[in-house]
């Protein structure tokens, strides 16, 4: 069965460094969203992207984020000098297409725990 | 006022028991309501998703909107010790955002 794949499964890195979380979403999937989830809290939608834009962000996502699709498989989330609370595990997430006309099953990756020391 | 509001727990039942997971949320435009697993460590996986009021059933699980009271709820009959993980109830906020709750953890016991 096909699947989202994350790489790191655990990134620890020192406050102020940039970091890229990798994902590769489902083949023939198009909407790639990421979430974050502190530990013991829910989680958070972060941003959607589709054609190469941002669909839509959440006040999380500030300057210090950036999401790209350097190539046709991946799909990349960088945190550009990161900050103690920052850590969490990151999930990326993929539909085969988007909008309100019917429900697309988001797909989650396994997630990436970030650690910032 | 939160958008979508979910008692943590813990919930435990011993096996065999219904199991009922609720959430309330705020915006009466919702229409696309789900419910997630997620087994520690792992990433949500869909359980079910309903559009608009009514229940949908698959197995042992059932997932209720009420749109007049804002409340979703799953329930879970002959639970097993497998079922054991955190319960996220979600709703889609627009065409690509999910909006989860706080996740309910439930334990059933042997």
């Known amino acids: 069965e096909p699947e989202v794949t994350q790489t790191p499964s655990h990134q620890v890195t020192q406050m102020g460094q940039e970091v890229i979380l990798r994902c590769v979403p489902i083949s023939n999937h198009l909407y790639f969203y990421w979430y974050r989830q502190i530990l013991g809290q829910k989680v958070e939608f972060l941003v959607s992207?589709?054609?190469?834009?941002?669909?839509?962000k959440s006040e999380i996502f500030d300057d210090q984020f950036s999401v790209e699709r350097p190539d046709g498989s991946n799909f990349t989330l960088k945190i550009r000098s990161t900050k103690l609370e920052d850590s969490a595990m990151y999930f990326c997430?993929?539909?085969?297409?988007?909008?309100?006309?019917?429900?697309?099953?988001?797909?989650f990756g396994p997630g990436t725990r970030l650690t910032v020391l | 006022q939160k958008e979508v509001e979910q008692d943590p727990g813990p919930l435990s039942v011993p096996e065999g028991a219904i199991v009922s997971l609720n959430c309330t949320y705020s915006?009466?435009?919702?229409?696309?309501f789900m419910w997630y697993r997620q087994y520690s460590r792992k990433g949500p996986e869909l359980l079910m998703y309903?559009?608009?009021?009514g229940n949908k059933e698959d197995g042992r699980f059932t997932a209720q909107v009420d749109k007049s009271s804002k409340y979703i709820s799953l329930f879970i009959r002959d639970s097993q010790p497998s079922d054991s993980a955190t319960y996220l109830c979600?709703?889609?906020?627009?065409?690509?955002?999910?909006?989860f709750g706080a996740g309910t953890r439930l334990f059933v016991k042997a």
């Open positions: 997430a993929t539909t085969p297409t988007g909008g309100l006309s019917s429900y697309n099953e988001q797909f």
């Open positions: 915006n009466s435009a919702f229409q696309y």
């Open positions: 309903t559009y608009s009021s």
């Open positions: 979600a709703i889609l906020s627009g065409g690509f955002k999910t909006i």
């Open positions: 992207f589709y054609n190469n834009e941002i669909s839509e």
